[in-house]
Nanobody, 115 residues
Framework: QVQLVESGGGLVQPGGSLRLSCAAS????????MGWYRRQPGKQRELVAR???????TYVDSVKGRFTISRDNAKNTVYLQMNSLKPEDTAVYYC?????????WGQGTQVTVSS
């Protein structure tokens, strides 16, 4: 069974930064597209950023220029660097990947942006 374990969430003031990490196991990590999703209070889960095995990236418009997704295939880890955080970035952030018809999620990590 694929395992995804997120870390790095926490409380940060507006304008601050956080880096989320997601360690993957039991997959051929370098071959997988990896994604970060978030569920903001009262909203449905949405895609924040995605990185393919080739390194191509996609971002939701609201985080472009502020967030950066990256991957380290040697460490089986995907990162989400979040800068210039805003209160509306407050959410539970989830790591995601898929294989064939199976979709896998981490347990989520809480990010709270508040003064």
């Amino acid at each position: 069974q694929v395992q995804l374990v997120e870390s790095g969430g926490g409380l940060v003031q507006p304008g601050g930064s956080l880096r989320l990490s997601c360690a993957a196991s039991r997959i051929i990590f370098s071959s997988n597209t990896m994604g970060w999703y978030r569920r903001q209070p009262g909203k449905q889960r949405e895609l924040v950023a995605r990185i393919t095995s080739a390194g191509s990236t996609t971002y939701v418009d609201s985080v472009k220029g502020r967030f950066t997704i990256s991957r380290d295939n040697a460490k089986n880890t995907v990162y989400l660097q979040m800068n210039s955080l805003k209160p509306e970035d407050t959410a539970v952030y989830y790591c995601n990947t898929f294989q064939a018809i199976s979709i896998y999620w981490g347990q989520g990590t809480q990010v709270t942006v508040s003064s």
